[in-house]
């Protein structure tokens, strides 16, 4: 992750704070809601790589049969 998406991913949370409290959250909720949905996202990008990664294995492994 570069700066800028670091900073969209800043106001990204800090939007989603700003919601949660004009919704009725507070304290621990406020805080872990955001971490947790934040994990979520860092796990779905890790599985989308590590699925792009053993593809691009497959790729190379049929290439390499092939050729």
């Known amino acids: ?3 800028t ?3 969209h991913e800043q106001g990204r949370n800090d939007d989603a704070i700003r ?3 004009s919704g009725g ?7 872990f809601e955001p971490a947790i949905e ?5 796990a779905d990008l890790d599985t989308q ?3 792009a990664a053993d593809l ?3 790729i190379d ?3 390499e049969a092939v050729a």
Do not use: C, H, I, P
């Open 19 to 21: 919601a949660k409290a």
């Open 49 to 51: 790589r590590t699925v």
């Open 5 to 7: 998406q670091g900073l």
């Open 25 to 31: 959250r507070k304290g621990e909720e406020l805080f």
């Open 56 to 58: 691009m294995e497959r």
């Open 38 to 42: 934040d994990l979520q996202r860092a």
């Open 1 to 3: 992750m570069n700066v």
């Open 61 to 63: 492994v049929r290439s």
